[in-house]
Each structure stands twice: as C-alpha cells, then as structure tokens.
C-alpha cells in the first residue's frame, strides 16, 4: 500500500484510508503499516517508533499495536528488521488527529462509515428481520408478557417507535425453587419440574448448542401450566426461557399435583 506524506493530496489520503477501512471491515485488527502513515507526523521513522513504544506511551503492544519481523536483511545488509502494525484507533490517535487536514478526511471516511452502519441497523428492512426473529423467538421460548415487551423495546426504541413502561403481571411471580423452599418442602426444583411434566403442566423444549456441541434442554410450561405461572427469559441465554410461579396459585398448583408437606 502507498506511503501517505503532507505532501499527499486529499484525494490519495482518501484512497488510503478507503484500503484502511476495507481492511478493518474484513475483521483485520491491525490493518495500518506504521511505515505508510509517520511521514505526516514525524522526521524519521525511528522517531515515530520511540514516540509509540516509549514508557511514557499510551500505546499497548498487543493490544494497539502489534510488531513483526521481517525475515530478510534491510537494505543496508543489517539485521532483519521489525513492522510496526496499528489498529485504526491508534493510527487515530497516534496519526491522524494531529495533522487538521488529515483527521477531515479520516473522519469523513470512517465516521462516515459508521453512521451508514447505524442507518443499516435501523433501517425498515432489519427492523422487519428482527420482528421475524422475535417472533419465532416468541413461540419457541413460549414467554411472558414481560419479556415480549423487552423484546418489543429492542426493536422499537432504535427506530423511534414508543412503547409502553411496563405490563401488569397478575400476580407476583417466583422460582420453583424459592417457593418450595418457603413452604418449608424437602423436594428439588429438578423433581418438581418431573412431577409437573408427567402432570402435563411442562414439557422439555430443546435447541443445538454450538458452543457445547450436542441439543440442550430446558423446562417450559404448558398453556395449562401457565395458568400457574409464566415463561421467563433466562437472564443468561435469552434463547432459553425458565418457569416461574404466581405466589397466588402455588398452594392450588401443590395441590392439584399432590404434593403436600406431610
């Protein structure tokens, strides 16, 4: 890629960080040749290299920057030298922001770059995308009032769409767990849930994991089921839901499966 001087024209520095933002589209971390830009700052290249790595830097190798070297002598029959590469923040700063007339066109290239991205993610199109999404999401995971307005919020505020604060719950809602316990009963959420599945009250609902290479499962409550309780969001992984329990309706449910604390 071409060296860029305060000699460049705006139209090749332009053309410069074009081949920069292409670059850093295509998921290159450190897409900026240290050799191509310290000419718009710095005499000598070694002043630059100092001014990067130094104590006093706010500069991390490895994390700013990155360097390499090279296999073959310089040009001079020395030892094979070192490239320092640059993410596009560093260059940012490092470079870009101290030339005025640079920084225009870097920021007319990137920011502008962003700003398409924003529009493209608020655009009708990936608006329409994403209720298709939560919608399937809505009838696998089978959930609650709440966490459809959550999901309501996620597609409508970015595109300035109000919506509502809240929905009424009809009851207070709780875990399994934390309703067993109170009453005082010597049963597991997981035989709670087996007793609730056999009572037709539950069902398994499943998906493949990526991550952990095989089908995981989780509870979710029936339509009769949730005469009991509602579907949750799972805080952890909103591809998966997990019961929870109207305070008002749990004797009656105790009941009706013939679990006492007897």
Not at 32 to 57: D, F, I
Not at 76 to 99: D, H, Q, W
Not at 177 to 200: C, P, W, Y
Request: net charge positive.
């Amino acid at each position: 890629m071409m060296q860029i001087t305060l000699t460049s024209t705006s139209n090749e520095i332009k053309q410069y960080f074009n081949a920069i933002l292409k670059l850093s589209q295509s998921k290159e971390q450190y897409p900026v040749n240290l050799n191509e830009v310290w000419p718009l700052v710095y005499g000598r290249k070694q002043e630059a290299v100092r001014a990067l790595t130094s104590e006093n830097s706010d500069f991390i190798q490895g994390v700013d920057y990155q360097v390499l070297r090279k296999d073959a002598q310089n040009s001079n029959g020395g030892r094979p030298g070192e490239e320092y590469y640059l993410t596009v923040s560093c260059m940012e700063y490092f470079i870009a922001r101290k030339v005025r007339n640079v920084f225009e066109v870097y920021r007319k290239v990137f920011h502008q770059s962003v700003n398409n991205r924003e529009l493209l993610l608020n655009s009708p199109e990936m608006a329409k995308t994403r209720i298709m999404v939560a919608e399937w999401a809505i009838k696998i995971l089978n959930v609650n009032e709440t966490s459809k307005l959550a999901m309501v919020k996620a597609i409508a505020e970015p595109i300035g769409v109000p919506t509502p604060d809240y929905t009424e719950a009809e009851d207070i809602i709780h875990s399994a767990t934390d309703r067993l316990t109170k009453r005082g009963l010597g049963l597991s959420a997981m035989r709670f849930n087996k007793i609730m599945v056999e009572a037709g009250l539950m069902k398994r609902a499943s998906r493949y994991s990526k991550s952990k290479g095989k089908e995981v499962t989780w509870p979710v409550l029936t339509d009769e089921g949730k005469i009991y309780g509602e579907n949750l969001v799972t805080p952890d992984n909103p591809r998966q839901s997990q019961p929870s329990y109207y305070d008002g309706k749990f004797d009656e449910l105790l009941e009706r499966l013939g679990i006492t604390n007897n």
